[in-house]
């Protein structure tokens, strides 16, 4: 195993705490990510996954601890387009009057001009994007018309689009079809052999097995984190959703 | 209706383009109708219409306070305007009661201040066209002042068309790609203020929400687009002014009322016959025809 030094780590999140108003949503969270890690963000409902999202995103402050983005601020990876966010389908307005084009332009804002401008290289990587998505039948289509696989899928060529090195993904696989699903785990491989780094938060326990290096239990603070097979155990997995059985969540075989 | 029955449909129009006082009226409400349509788009989209309520009923205070101190009355509208908001929000944060209901209380707050200050302070100010407009009788330095505040707006929402419509759309993306979200949400409550404020010589303080919101909802009923949104919110917001004062010149009605009922009308239209999100949908109705 390669020595670790503190510039090779994508993101590296020390004791973060996040507060709402007083009302602790996360507290001493820890997370360390190298390129071409596939980490999942396991707990349940309001747990803090979203919490731990916005926190890397700077889209809320956090009130204590550190937070490195390839060994930068957060200010200054906002300032790079270093990570892209794939929201939910249900965090996403879909009857905005907006088209698939437009959606995945909007990866590319962050390193226009003021008036958003598409340059010829804009054009290129929209299209470019799009067409990895397999949507490019879908061009002009407002996203109120899209199946919710094919919406998962526009934002992901957003994600694309922007070029970003880390991508966070929430609930990546809720609600999408069988293809998009397919299409998705494709991508997965692909961003990973490009050395870009994944965190993904899932419900879905069989998603964690099949995609994740590594997974990050949490319950407001960090329940365990490791390598997948170490760490994604029943009895882990039972702490981090307050005592209910693994039987339940897995099925019997597991 | 025997006026009618005597009047061609080209004097009707005409005729009242002899009263300099018309055209005036006409030009300058289709102006802030303009503005206020604009940024309609954004408002509707962004879930602000209870905003929009707040910030045009708390400039009331800071109207009457410029007019008093003989200073413009836009800069006291815009000082209240925004103060309310920042109030709204202090409230909210600070106390465990539910947003609506802070931005209820703020508002009336200041609306209240605002009618207090109009029976306090002696002055000529005309407490029925703050509250009703009169586009009729607008004076020439409130011609200047509507003129600059509109180019105002109109130029900062151009510049910002596309980031304010990322901000409306998924303000998290736009905070994760490095662009300041905090910039945009005070631009918008900016350029609310300062259409609040030109939308009350038209149609009062009451009735300046309508300005602000309705023409979005119309133009959202009839289009997928955002762009041709914003081009029928404004398109359908100068023709209800334009009516709006044509009927009121007629028919002798408040014309401030005028102008937001024929909004009115113009969105029920599209309710009822919006060719996708219409009840009936036009366009099945016409689908034998291809």
């Known amino acids: ?254 | 209706m025997e006026l009618c029955s005597f009047l061609t449909l080209d004097s009707f129009i005409t005729d009242p383009l002899t009263h300099d006082f018309m055209r005036k009226a006409l030009l300058m409400s289709s102006l802030v109708a303009a503005v206020c349509g604009f940024l309609s788009s954004y408002l509707t989209l962004k879930g602000w219409a209870l905003m929009g309520d707040a910030v045009s009923h708390s400039v009331m205070p800071g109207v009457v306070v410029a007019y008093a101190l003989g200073l413009p009355f836009s800069l006291g509208a815009f000082i209240f305007g925004v103060g309310s908001v920042a109030l709204i929000g202090f409230i909210k944060q600070k106390s465990r009661v539910k947003e609506d209901t802070v931005i209820g209380l703020v508002f009336t707050g200041f609306f209240a201040l605002g009618i207090v200050l109009v029976s306090k302070i002696k002055s000529n100010i005309d407490l029925h066209s703050i509250l009703f407009g009169s586009p009729l009788g607008i004076s020439l330095s409130d011609v200047k002042q509507t003129i600059f505040i509109s180019l105002l707006v109109v130029i900062l929402l151009s510049i910002f068309r596309k980031d304010l419509m990322l901000y409306c759309f998924d303000p998290r993306h736009a905070k994760t790609v490095g662009i300041n979200v905090f910039f945009l949400h005070y631009l918008l409550l900016t350029c609310l203020s300062l259409a609040a404020v030109v939308g009350l010589q038209s149609v009062g303080i009451i009735l300046v929400v309508a300005m602000l919101i309705t023409p979005g909802a119309t133009a959202y009923l009839l289009t997928d687009k955002f762009d041709n949104m914003t081009v029928i919110s404004v398109l359908s917001a100068i023709i209800s002014s334009l009516i709006g004062i044509y009927v009121s010149f007629w028919f002798d009605l408040e014309t401030g009322g005028s102008i937001v009922l024929a909004q009115t009308f113009i969105f029920l239209f599209a309710f009822l016959f919006a060719p996708r999100y219409g009840i009936f949908k036009l366009k099945k109705l016409f689908a034998g025809y291809k």
């Open chain 1, 1 to 254: 195993m390669e020595t670790i030094n503190y510039q090779n780590f994508r993101i590296e999140a020390e004791n973060i705490c996040v507060d709402y108003n007083g009302k602790v949503a996360l507290y001493d969270a820890n997370l360390r990510l190298q390129p071409g890690q596939i980490c999942g963000l396991v707990g349940m409902n309001g747990a803090g996954k979203t919490t731990f999202f916005n926190a890397l995103t700077g889209f809320v402050n956090i009130s204590k601890g550190k937070i490195r983005i390839n060994g930068e601020s957060v200010r200054s990876a906002q300032k790079d387009q270093t990570i892209a966010y794939v929201p939910q389908n249900e965090g996403i307005d879909s009857q905005f009057p907006i088209s698939v084009w437009d959606v995945v332009m909007m990866g590319r804002y962050g390193s226009m001009n003021i008036f958003r401008c598409p340059r010829e290289s804009d054009v290129q990587a929209v299209k470019d994007a799009i067409e990895r998505v397999d949507l490019t039948d879908h061009l002009s289509t407002p996203i109120g018309n899209l199946s919710g696989g094919q919406r998962k899928r526009t934002f992901l060529a957003r994600a694309i689009a922007q070029r970003a090195s880390i991508l966070l993904l929430d609930e990546p696989f809720s609600g999408v079809d069988i293809r998009t699903e397919k299409l998705i785990s494709e991508l997965f491989i692909q961003f990973k052999n490009a050395g870009k780094t994944i965190l993904l938060s899932t419900h879905d326990m069989i998603h964690v097995r099949e995609f994740c290096d590594l997974v990050l239990l949490i319950n407001k603070t960090v329940v365990a984190y490791g390598e997948t097979s170490e760490v994604f155990t029943p009895e882990n997995i039972t702490t981090t959703f307050g005592g209910i059985s693994p039987d339940f969540l897995f099925g019997p075989e597991s």
